[in-house]
């Protein structure tokens, strides 16, 4: 395959994350296959089972991201929370898109989305949905907070143990808002990852002052400490996250340094009411 770079670099100077992002609306499960799942298995949404204390992100928000690996733009990631207060569930979603030159190579369009209980901060659903170069995948998690169980798609893992109220990966950034954060302040949140729970620890270290294209903000320099033999991010690998200093918390910029580079993720756009 030849590959023009000319023509791609040209349609990077307007093509935006809106271009891309219709791409992965199609990869949602249906309410009827998410329901069947549910009956399936015998799970229904436990409510009520804890009060968190929580930030003003709940209120529609929308978060818009860009990502590069060095000096290279790569692409975007939106999330989008919404709020249905009709009954006490968060609805999350997020979607990773690659820009036209990495996408001339290797085009990514994923798709997540979750359930949680608004009060309680706590996963009820989990779905991710890959599409990565040739590779394909649909994946669904399944949290009995009651239990303390996950039932998930792997056949071979379909029923796991988890420590109460652990989290899916996308609920995991709201607990983290949801907390105190100030210097010296050390927390740990169980998150649930595809067959294995993970417990992370978080390390408030200080404040910075963080400016990316949607603007200039006082921030909370957080580090996370991914432990797990084989998981991408090893006890080597250095990860930072900027959240704002006030009472939103909003995720920022991510800077994280592993083997084979530096990885950059930053706040472009986002909406609140």
């Known amino acids: 395959m030849i590959v023009n770079l000319t023509s791609i670099f040209a349609a990077n100077v307007d093509y935006k994350w809106r271009d891309a992002e219709p791409e992965?609306?199609?990869?949602?499960?249906?309410?009827?296959?998410?329901?069947?799942?549910?009956?399936?298995?015998?799970?229904?949404?436990?409510?009520?089972?804890?009060?968190?204390?929580?930030?003003?992100?709940?209120?529609?928000?929308?978060?818009?991201?860009?990502?590069?690996?060095?000096?290279?733009?790569?692409?975007?990631?939106?999330?989008?929370?919404?709020r249905d207060t009709t009954n006490s569930r968060l609805l999350i979603s997020a979607k990773a898109m690659t820009n036209p030159f990495v996408s001339a190579f290797y085009k990514v369009r994923d798709y997540m989305y979750c359930i949680a209980d608004l009060e309680g901060m706590y996963p009820f659903f989990f779905e991710e949905h890959l599409r990565e170069g040739r590779y394909a995948d649909d994946r669904w998690i399944l949290f009995d907070n009651q239990n303390q169980l996950v039932y998930t798609h792997k056949k071979?893992?379909?029923?796991?143990?988890?420590?109460?109220?652990?989290?899916?990966?996308?609920?995991?950034?709201?607990?983290?808002?949801?907390?105190?954060?100030?210097?010296?302040?050390?927390?740990?949140?169980?998150?649930?990852?595809?067959?294995?729970?993970?417990?992370?620890?978080?390390?408030?270290?200080?404040?910075?002052?963080?400016?990316?294209?949607?603007?200039?903000?006082?921030?909370?320099?957080?580090?996370?400490?991914?432990?797990?033999?084989?998981?991408?991010?090893?006890?080597?690998?250095k990860i930072r996250m900027y959240f704002t200093d006030d009472e939103y918390h909003m995720p920022v910029q991510v800077k994280i340094k592993i083997a084979v580079g530096s990885i950059y993720i930053k706040l472009i756009h986002y909406e609140r009411p």
């Open 156 to 237: 071979n893992k379909r029923k796991v143990e988890v420590p109460p109220f652990s989290h899916s990966v996308m609920t995991l950034l709201y607990a983290i808002r949801a907390r105190e954060l100030k210097p010296g302040n050390r927390f740990t949140i169980n998150a649930f990852v595809q067959k294995k729970n993970y417990p992370i620890r978080f390390t408030c270290r200080c404040k910075d002052r963080v400016t990316t294209d949607a603007g200039e903000f006082d921030c909370i320099m957080i580090e996370p400490q991914l432990v797990g033999k084989g998981r991408v991010f090893t006890k080597k690998d």
């Open 24 to 82: 992965t609306d199609i990869l949602a499960y249906t309410h009827e296959y998410r329901d069947s799942l549910y009956n399936g298995f015998g799970v229904t949404f436990q409510q009520g089972m804890r009060t968190f204390t929580t930030g003003k992100f709940l209120d529609n928000e929308v978060l818009v991201f860009e990502g590069s690996w060095g000096f290279m733009s790569a692409g975007w990631a939106k999330l989008v929370l919404d």
